[in-house]
C-alpha cells in the first residue's frame, strides 16, 4: 500500500473542523492515473461545501479540494511520465 497526505472533512459544518491526516490507498489500476499534488485551490465552493452550504457537499467525510496541479504517472501501462496536470 502507498500512503498519501490528505486535508479531510470529517463532515460539514465548520471549516476549523478540517484536519490533515496520513492515508494508505492502493496503486491505480492499468487504466488508471495517480498524481503526485503539489498545490490546491480552494475556492467558493470548496469553502460553501465545508460549510455545509453547497448543494452537492457529501453526507460523510470528504475531502474538500475541487481544483490542483500536480505531476502524473501511469502505474501498470509502460508510458512516458512525469507530466504535468491541472485539475
Not at 49 to 56: D, K, N, P, R, V
Amino acid at each position: 500500500m502507498l500512503q498519501r497526505q490528505v486535508y479531510r472533512m470529517p463532515k460539514a459544518g465548520s471549516i476549523n473542523h478540517l484536519k490533515q491526516q496520513t492515508e494508505e490507498f492502493r496503486p491505480p489500476m492499468a487504466d488508471q492515473v495517480c498524481i503526485a499534488v503539489r498545490a490546491i485551490g480552494l475556492n467558493f465552493a470548496d469553502v460553501f461545501a465545508m460549510q455545509g452550504l453547497y448543494s452537492a457537499t457529501p453526507e460523510g467525510p470528504f475531502i474538500p479540494v475541487w481544483s490542483f496541479q500536480g505531476r502524473w504517472w501511469l502505474w501498470a501501462k509502460p508510458c512516458r511520465s512525469g507530466g504535468w496536470v491541472t485539475a
